[in-house]
């Protein structure tokens, strides 16, 4: 029997794999197209070689996409969004620090800022206890209105930047974490080393492109019924192939 026919059938499966493992990525950014700060994911491919020969494709990453999402205005002034390149940094349970664009917080019964999963902003300030009312400036400068209407300044917002963003893990809750491959955390004042400036009463939408999600997804489709068409037949060949040699 040709060993083409294995090769074949090792092809489709391996490719209807893959395309179920990209459908995943695809359905993922559709599911937050309307998360607030939500970048959007890529499925990379890499060609496989076998004596110079292809033998298929295997996923060699999902990237995410860094660019900046569209901005809806608000009534809060704990909602602020990033005008340009940077991010939250805000600290998890286990006691790291993860990075978001998600910039909704609230003040907690603690009177710690914390973003909408309910992770503490890092910051250098406090909230006043007599606080009752709060606004941003666009350098990261927070200032807080007392009970007795004066107006102090409560501390300061860094951002978060890397060299290479699409290296960043994807931690979950919209919150994405240092690796390698991003590059070391540099903390720095908005606007400052071509960070971007904090815009209040406004929130980041997803930059999720979702014609093109739909778009990709119906050839993903099309793709798998493709392969599981072949991996049938290849299948239904080697079955009466060996049928005819045990006759």
Excluded: C
């Excluded at 991010?87 to 909704?104: E, H, I, M, S």
């Excluded at 978060?160 to 955390?185: D, I, Q, R, W």
Aim: charged fraction near 15%.
């Amino acid at each position: 029997m040709s060993s083409s026919l294995f090769n074949t059938l090792n092809l489709s499966s391996q490719d209807m794999v893959n395309r179920i493992l990209d459908l995943n990525t695809t359905s993922d950014n559709i599911a937050n197209m309307n998360t607030p700060g939500f970048k959007a994911n890529r499925t990379d491919f890499q060609e496989l070689l076998n004596n110079k020969n292809k033998e298929g494709v295997s996923i060699s990453a999902t990237q995410t996409l860094p660019f900046q999402g569209s901005t809806r205005t608000t009534d809060s002034p704990l909602d602020w969004a990033i005008q340009g390149d940077g991010y939250f940094a805000v600290k998890l349970p286990n006691g790291t620090t993860g990075y978001t664009r998600d910039g909704q917080f609230q003040v907690d019964s603690s009177g710690q800022l914390v973003s909408a999963s309910g992770y503490k902003l890092v910051w250098n300030g406090t909230i006043p206890q007599n606080m009752t009312d709060i606004s941003v400036a666009s350098d990261g400068t927070i200032n807080a209105t007392l009970s007795t209407g004066v107006q102090v300044a409560a501390g300061k917002v860094q951002l978060a930047k890397f060299t290479n963003p699409t290296g960043l893990l994807n931690n979950g809750n919209n919150v994405y974490l240092e690796s390698v491959a991003s590059g070391k955390v540099q903390m720095a004042a908005p606007g400052a080393s071509n960070l971007g400036l904090i815009q209040s009463h406004a929130v980041e939408q997803s930059n999720v492109d979702i014609s093109r999600e739909m778009t990709h997804m119906m050839l993903l489709e099309r793709n798998f019924q493709m392969s599981s068409q072949a991996f049938q037949q290849t299948e239904t060949m080697i079955s009466e192939a060996i049928s005819m040699h045990k006759d």
